[in-house]
């Protein structure tokens, strides 16, 4: 069982682009960070790790909590993370379980400055993003 919660990750590559999930479902396109709800018993940093793997299909070490954004009465962490291992694009989560998931699930990776002209969840993360090529931290949001 899931709480509210979630946790997700920040990832960066050497292009200084951002890993990304493409989504669409009923005729409606979105981007996410790789991410997901937070189980009972588990910790955030838990989740973090094993959707990052569940979604992209790599490993990641966690660097911080580059944000905590306000969602669902919940302030959700999104930590920096650094792939140790794996390969990108082959998650086998059950997002990727046709009978699991209403329309398509796409890992890709995005230019940072393109952020802020795509549908991008939460937009206030990826606003920020889009605006530091530096790694910032323990920053508030609000998406509520």
Same mark, same amino acid.
Request: net charge negative; proline share 4%; charged share 25%.
């Given at each position: ?10 990832? &960066? ?11 669409? /479902? ?5 981007? &996410?960070?790789?991410?997901?709800? &937070? ?18 299909? $790599? ?5 911080? $909590? ?37 329309? =398509? ?14 549908? $991008?969840?939460?937009? =206030? ?13 323990? /920053? ?5």
């Amino acid at each position: 069982m899931r709480t509210k919660q979630r946790s997700a990750i920040i990832l &960066v590559n050497e292009q200084d682009e951002i890993a990304l999930i493409r989504r669409e /479902k009923a005729d409606v396109l979105y981007y &996410v960070f790789p991410g997901g709800g &937070v189980e009972f018993g588990h910790t955030t940093e838990e989740t973090a790790i094993r959707e990052a793997h569940e979604e992209l299909g $790599v490993h990641v070490e966690l660097e911080g $909590v580059a944000a905590h954004v306000a969602f669902n009465g919940e302030l959700n962490p999104y930590y920096w993370a650094r792939v140790t291992g794996g390969e990108f694009g082959t998650g086998t989560g059950e997002e990727f379980q046709a009978e699991q998931t209403e329309g =398509s699930y796409t890992p890709m990776w995005i230019k940072r400055s393109a952020l802020s002209h795509l549908p $991008v969840r939460p937009p =206030s993360l990826a606003e920020l993003l889009s605006q530091s090529s530096e790694r910032f931290y323990d /920053k508030t949001l609000a998406e509520d």
